[in-house]
């Protein structure tokens, strides 16, 4: 799953929790699968984050330097 549908399917979990037209176990079940979705968006984010580069203009010259 891609990370725009990782969000998409988030995004629906929450319209369904805030419905109240489920009940305890559903929301329970739904609630774990945006947890684990929520880690998986954020491994994501982070291993993206680890290949941006910022280039920068250092006496004249572009340099690549990771982001911090």
């Known amino acids: 799953m891609t990370f ?3 969000v998409k399917r988030l995004e629906e979990i929450l319209m369904i929790m805030e419905s109240g037209k489920v009940g305890l ?3 329970s079940k739904l ?3 945006g947890v684990e ?3 998986n968006c954020f491994s994501q984010l ?3 984050k ?3 580069t ?3 203009e250092e006496l004249g010259k572009l340099i690549e330097k ?3």
């Open 46 to 48: 982070n291993d993206a």
């Open 25 to 27: 176990e559903e929301i």
């Open 31 to 33: 609630f774990s699968e």
């Open 50 to 52: 680890g290949k941006i």
């Open 54 to 56: 910022i280039l920068r």
């Open 4 to 6: 725009e549908e990782q």
């Open 66 to 68: 990771p982001l911090e």
């Open 37 to 39: 979705l929520c880690k």
